[in-house]
């Protein structure tokens, strides 16, 4: 597919609350919220500019890691899936999925109807994993969860690009199998790689159309994943991404700890610092109180950050 992100200007991106309620970002009101505030949300995203919108994955979480985790992680396809009915522009990533916990054919099935009922709006945030008791409940190999996934971007690529691919494996071979519809954006959705291991920043150079890290991002950083696509060939335009984490516009009132906060040219000068050594789209985690707070702080995002970022 290669890069989707303009040349000319920095996009912004935001992980969806209430899908996933992990510790690590969870706000307190998020707890009894469900899915009427979680299309408010997204519909204040779309409205304001937000390039994408991002949902999750996880399939079931061990006891020993829900506190810390939790246990409710929506249906990335089935979310996703609804969020394309509810929404018009904002473009929808899945952050992260791990297509080696299905069939290569049943993930291109799913992303690929998510494509077509979206209008072309998918990209495909993947990754390998991390939850080790996740790989054993689905009979995986834990320890070969990147040879997995290299596996499944291939395979994917394949069930994008032809009616009936060929799967050379070894986990997954098949062949003589075809499947519709077909994705709309030519060869299937762009599939941008998670993580900042080595592994990973290897794989998003070598495989993928764009990098999520998962760690900070600077100009070295950048500078070694184009180094890496050039030492395999790979010369076309490539989608790096940035998680800038939690952010306020204007000053909060509350308590809203280490967080990017202050009046819109601030923020915004601080995001193009990361346009400066290569990046095309940050994604920002807005702080709030309530789901109307977010609301707010998504349009006020839109209407006083988004349109300094082209200067």
Known sequence: MGSILPEDRLV??????????????????EAHAGAEELGRIARAADGAGFFYVA???????????AAVMSTEWWDTIATLGWLAGITERTRLLSHIYVPAYRHPMQVAKAFSTLDAVSGGRVIMGVGAGHVEAEFEMLGLPFAERGRLLDESIDALRAAFAEDYPTLPGPEWPLADMGQHPRPVQEDGP???????????VRRAAVRGDGWLPQGPVDGDAVSKLLALRDEAGRHDRFDVGALVGSTYVGEADWDVGRTLSGPPEKIAHVLRKYAAFGVGQVQVRLRSRSADELVEQIERFGAEVIPLLDS
């Open 12 to 29: 912004v991106g935001m992980q969806l609350p209430i899908q996933s309620k992990s510790t690590a970002f969870v706000e307190p009101w």
């Open 55 to 65: 949902v999750c994955d996880h399939i079931a979480i061990p006891e020993d890691k």
């Open 190 to 200: 762009p599939i941008w790689v998670g993580g900042s291991s080595p592994a990973a």
